[in-house]
């Protein structure tokens, strides 16, 4: 139970509390007074202050607020010592001007030795850089005053080597070694000699080019040798700067160079440079550059060496000359005494330069390949004169890729020998295969061999890659394996080449038909094969009929085949993937053979007809039920074709075959299904009827038409109400009210005979509400007797 004490008692108890948290602050705050003052050496910013809000805090610590000002601080003298130099040296005399720089310049330099000294090294840093600033400016008004004969560019290549030795000694000095500044500005200041002397020198592109890539091997040595920080980058700048530029500047002289001696300039240059980069990924093995380095090497290697040979060999060898060098640098990949990131980097290379190789053959492989296809608007004009002309079909060729076929077998060959490891074996391998199947097939266009020869060659092609398809499968991790898309492309690029003749024509259809048909006898392969066989087969069925002078619509028979092929071959595939797809591959074909008699109803009424009888086959299938209905459809449009073929105009001739069957099924699903809705039985297969009998009675000046429909309406609205339809009855009800409407109409209204026209509707709404008054009545019955039943319970 909790005890609660009196409001007095519990009010001494809180003042009680109040006085002990006060006396615990105060002794607190006197103890953190006390700290402080012990504390000398803590930056007043980084001591606590109790009373001071979290929102009071400073943005910015005290070295960066320190650092800031001495970078001002150095700005603004540097700025007023170029304005000194360019404004004011004018009032002064020569023993002035010499009195004001030289002992601004030296105290500026002897400045931070007491800075050091007394620990103030982010000041003595400041100063160093102003000293460093005078002497550019010492350096620019001696050659403004003193020396102005000099040429300038030979005088800023010397003040900027004096300048670098002069800072690197100042650097090294053993009082002023702490400063970071001064070495990194020595070698910015020393990328400039050589390069500017070279200029001055007027050493050529050659020159200039070799002053670059000293320069940049300079710093590559500097950068090996000096421990981490601000000396090592800026180093690794210089010569990744200079180096860049220089090799860009050697690899254009190499391509530019006339004959062999100014591609051996340009390849000494280059070669320079690749044994530097070298060097420096041999003793850099242990960082990330080892590799790019090595890389770098290896594509600078090819490009020299390739430069000397290159202008004394025809232009079609240059790209195998350069190839050969690069699968060279294999060899050293081999040396066990090179670092591993070494070897990788010349792998890396050699592979580089093999690539290039390939992409160089790429515009005659897609020219053979692609370019057949222009036939297509030139179907039998003449065979051509050879292999180039039947690729090309008017095409630019290409002269300068004679080698293409070489190229190709030897990169082949590399992979097939180079490649060992588990992993990439299987890679290697596939490469191999379109390597080689690229060599073969632009190895025809190269030599211009005659137009049967090249036909020849691609159908063996093609059948040695179903051979190896068929050895080798598919696999669920590469899906379709490369020999057999190779197989297609080289089977198309085949079609269309045999469209110069019309033998060559109907000879390669009939060859790649039965050959993808054989394929297609093999499960794994069918999903592909088989629908290849039968857009082979339409096409030689078109080949054939019109190599036989036979019409389109005649032809269209021939092209029949191939829809019942596929529903035979569809009905015993294996998998549900192949039958889907070669269902449709027939599809497409029996939809071509309907395009080929739309000219001819009488044709088009027989091959629709034909078409429907393949369809209702596919329907007997329990899984392709839903092919019933096509097969109806096709019934139907064959039908009206043959009507439209006798000049039948009769809208009943057209409606009627189509809604009889309509209504029997109906009737077939309401047995089986009660529950259907009559809208859905009965529906489709009345409204096929009476809706476009109703259209052409409206516009039929004769009374037969309406009379009959009429009586029809009449009927099915009887049928409906006998059997409790609603679709039935509002349907024909419907059509009778509108039938009636227009007999009726005054207008229209005639007389025929004795007849009058209005007497048939009257009779027939006289009939109408004497059944609805016998129907009412039984209804009325059935009520009162249900209501007896109901009180006798």
């Known amino acids: 139970m909790t005890h609660v004490p009196p409001p007095a008692e519990e009010l001494r108890l809180i003042d009680a509390e109040l006085w002990q948290l006060d006396a615990r602050r105060v002794q607190l705050l006197t103890r953190r007074a006390w700290l402080v003052s012990h504390l000398p050496s803590l930056p007043p910013s980084r001591v606590p202050t109790a009373a001071t809000p979290a929102l009071h805090r400073p943005e910015a610590t005290a070295p960066r607020v320190q650092n800031v000002l001495l970078l001002l601080g150095g700005l603004l003298l540097t700025i007023a010592a170029i304005a000194f130099t360019l404004v004011s040296w004018g009032h002064l005399g020569i023993a002035g001007r010499s009195l004001v720089l030289g002992a601004v310049t030296v105290a500026a330099l002897v400045a931070p030795l007491p800075l050091l000294g007394r620990g103030l090294r982010s000041t003595a840093e400041a100063v160093a850089g102003l000293a460093l600033a005078l002497m550019v400016l010492d350096a620019y008004a001696l050659h403004a005053v003193a020396l102005t004969g000099v040429d300038a560019t030979a005088y800023a290549a010397g003040a900027s080597a004096v300048l670098a030795a002069v800072w690197t000694g100042y650097g090294l000095l053993p009082r002023t070694g702490a400063l970071r500044l001064p070495l990194p500005a020595a070698l910015t200041a020393a990328q400039l000699p050589l390069l500017l002397g070279a200029v001055a020198a007027d050493a050529g592109r050659y020159g200039i080019t070799g002053a670059l890539l000293v320069t940049a091997a300079c710093d590559t040595l500097v950068a090996l040798r ?240 179903l051979a190896v398809a068929t050895r080798s499968g598919v696999t669920e991790s590469t899906g379709l394996l490369p020999p057999l898309v190779l197989a297609l492309v080289t089977s198309v690029s085949l079609a269309f080449l045999s469209l110069p003749t019309r033998s060559a024509t109907v000879g390669v259809l009939t060859a790649l038909t039965v050959l993808f048909a054989a394929v297609s006898l093999k499960q794994r392969l069918t999903t592909v094969t088989a629908p290849a066989a039968l857009g082979y087969g339409a096409a030689w069925a078109c080949a054939v009929g019109a190599a036989a002078g036979w019409a389109p619509q005649h032809t269209a028979l021939l092209v029949l085949l191939v829809p019942a092929v596929a529903a035979l071959f569809a009905a015993r595939a294996a998998d549900a993937r192949t039958t889907v797809v070669v269902e449709v591959t027939g599809a497409a074909a029996g939809l071509l053979a309907i395009a080929l008699t739309v000219s001819d109803p009488a044709m088009l009424s027989l091959v629709l007809s034909l078409s429907a009888v393949i369809a209702s086959g596919t329907a007997v299938r329990a899984d392709r039920r839903p092919a019933a209905y096509a097969a109806t459809a096709l019934f139907a449009l064959a039908a009206w074709a043959r009507l439209a073929a006798w000049g039948v105009t009769a809208p009943e001739a057209y409606t009627v075959p189509l809604s009889v069957p309509a209504l029997v099924m109906g009737a077939l699903r309401r047995r089986r299904d009660p529950q259907a809705s009559s809208w859905v039985a009965y529906g489709p297969g009345l409204a096929a009827t009476l809706i476009p009998s109703l259209a052409t009675a409206w516009t039929d000046s004769y009374a037969t038409r309406p009379w009959l429909l009429g009586a029809a309406a009449l009927l099915v609205t009887l049928v409906g109400a006998r059997h409790r339809l609603r679709t039935p009855l509002l349907l024909g009800g419907g059509v009778l009210v509108l039938d009636a409407l227009h007999e009726l109409a005054p207008y229209l209204i005639q007389i025929t005979g004795l007849l009058p026209r209005w007497a048939p509707p009257a009779l027939a709404g006289l009939l109408l509400l004497a059944v609805g008054a016998t129907y009412e009545q039984r209804l009325r019955d059935v009520r009162r007797a249900r209501n007896a039943l109901g009180r006798m319970n």
């Open 226 to 465: 000096a421990p981490a920080g601000l000396v090592r980058i800026a180093a690794t700048v210089g010569a990744y700067g200079m180096g860049v530029w220089g090799v860009l500047g050697a690899a254009w002289l190499s391509w530019t160079a006339g004959g062999p001696g100014a591609g051996a300039e340009a390849a000494a240059l280059l070669l320079f440079a690749a044994g530097v980069a070298l060097v420096a990924a041999w003793r850099d093995r242990a960082a990330g550059h080892a590799v790019g380095l090595s890389l770098a090497a290896g594509l600078l290697a090819v490009t020299a060496l390739g430069g000397i040979v290159r202008p004394a060999v025809p232009a079609t060898w240059a790209v195998p000359a350069h190839l050969a060098f690069g699968i060279s640098l294999l060899a050293a990949v081999r040396a066990k005494r090179l670092p591993e990131p070494v070897r990788r980097g010349l792998a890396i290379a050699s592979a580089a330069v093999q690539g290039l190789a390939v992409l160089w053959v790429l515009p005659l492989l897609a020219l053979t390949v692609l370019g057949p296809a222009g036939w297509a608007a030139r179907v039998w004009s003449g065979a051509p004169d050879g292999a180039r002309q039947a690729v090309s079909v008017g095409a630019t060729w290409l002269p300068q890729l004679q080698t293409a076929p070489l190229v190709l077998a030897t990169v082949a060959a590399v992979l097939a020998l180079a490649v060992r490891t588990a992993t990439w074996r299987p890679r290697a391998l596939t490469g191999v295969l379109v390597l080689g199947w690229s060599a073969l097939m632009v190895l025809p266009v190269v030599t211009d061999v005659p137009y049967p020869a090249a036909l020849v060659v691609e159908a063996l092609a093609t059948a040695a890659l």
